[in-house]
Nanobody
Framework: VQLQASGGGLVQPGGSLRLSCAASGSIFSINVMGWYRQAPGKQRELVGSISNNGDTTAYADSVKGRFTISRNSAKNTVYLQMNSLKTGDTAVYYC?????????WGQGTQVTVSS
């Protein structure tokens, strides 16, 4: 199983970015999909997650109301729409999926919020 994340980059405070993460390989079923992030010198934190049918989402308090997670199960893809970005959102963002045999991680994509 491979996860390919994309969409990171440099954006000014108040701007928006959309991250995508596509899973490929021997995938028979995917349960939860989501995103973590890790800023320099900090622990990895959960940003958001979405259930297998997309009905249930959860977010870190720090991103509620600004970030939206969604998925396209037919494409095995999870998205993270990030609006009203702040400098504190600067981090490497990692996608993950929970499958029947364990948790799989993407390679990470850098998001830098700076003026």
């Amino acid at each position: 199983v491979q996860l390919q994340a994309s969409g990171g980059g440099l954006v000014q405070p108040g701007g928006s970015l959309r991250l995508s993460c596509a899973a490929s390989g021997s995938i028979f079923s995917i349960n939860v999909m989501g995103w973590y992030r890790q800023a320099p010198g900090k622990q990895r934190e959960l940003v958001g997650s979405i259930s297998n049918n997309g009905d249930t989402t959860a977010y870190a308090d720090s991103v509620k109301g600004r970030f939206t997670i969604s998925r396209n199960s037919a494409k095995n893809t999870v998205y993270l729409q990030m609006n009203s970005l702040k400098t504190g959102d600067t981090a490497v963002y990692y996608c993950y999926i929970v499958g029947p045999t364990g948790i799989y991680w993407g390679q990470g994509t850098q998001v830098t919020v700076s003026s």
